[in-house]
């Protein structure tokens, strides 16, 4: 489980600049530009979980090069999307992690949330990955 600290630590190693932003719709984004430099922008969010989720996932699209454009078709974002939030997952709880929390009694989402200092909705992605491997939280939720 990396902490916020830890993602930023990550940032700065491979180079990837963040900085601070207003993004009130969507709280973060991430371009890269012509020669292939990442920068991830990031609003003042409201919680760690919500900075914590939204630098991973940032991270995600940097170190994946999963990036689009606003023209590009809603499948290919949404694959982008996906890959992104993947990666974040896996930078955030392990499935042996995940597993050690319910087995210590974590098993409410509310409560696995808090344990691991991420959004309920980021929780309920992490759960489907691991369990039904996808990302369709909605169909479990």
């Known amino acids: 489980m990396k902490s916020t600290l830890e993602l930023h630590r ?5 180079g990837i600049p963040v900085i601070r932003f207003s993004l ?3 709280g973060s984004l991430s371009i890269q530009d012509g ?5 991830i ?3 003042e969010l409201e919680t760690e979980a919500q900075r914590k989720v939204h630098l991973a996932h940032e991270l995600g699209h ?6 689009y454009n ?3 078709p809603r499948d290919l974002r949404q694959r982008h999307e996906h890959r992104a939030d993947k990666w974040a997952i896996g930078a955030l709880i392990s499935p042996g992690e995940l597993d050690e929390a319910v087995a210590m009694g974590y098993t ?3 409560a696995l949330a808090e344990h691991f200092g991420v959004t309920e909705a980021f929780m309920r992605k992490t759960v489907c990955w691991y369990t039904h491997g996808n ?4 169909l479990y939720f």
């Not at 990550?10 to 491979?14: M, P, R, S, V």
């Not at 020669?35 to 920068?39: E, N, R, S, T």
């Not at 990302?135 to 909605?138: G, I, N, V």
């Open 10 to 14: 990550l940032a700065e190693a491979e």
């Open 24 to 26: 009130p719709e969507n």
């Open 35 to 39: 020669q292939g430099q990442c920068y």
């Open 41 to 43: 922008g990031m609003d």
């Open 62 to 67: 940097c170190l994946t090069g999963s990036f």
């Open 70 to 72: 606003r023209y590009a």
């Open 108 to 110: 409410d989402l509310w």
């Open 135 to 138: 990302l369709s939280a909605e």
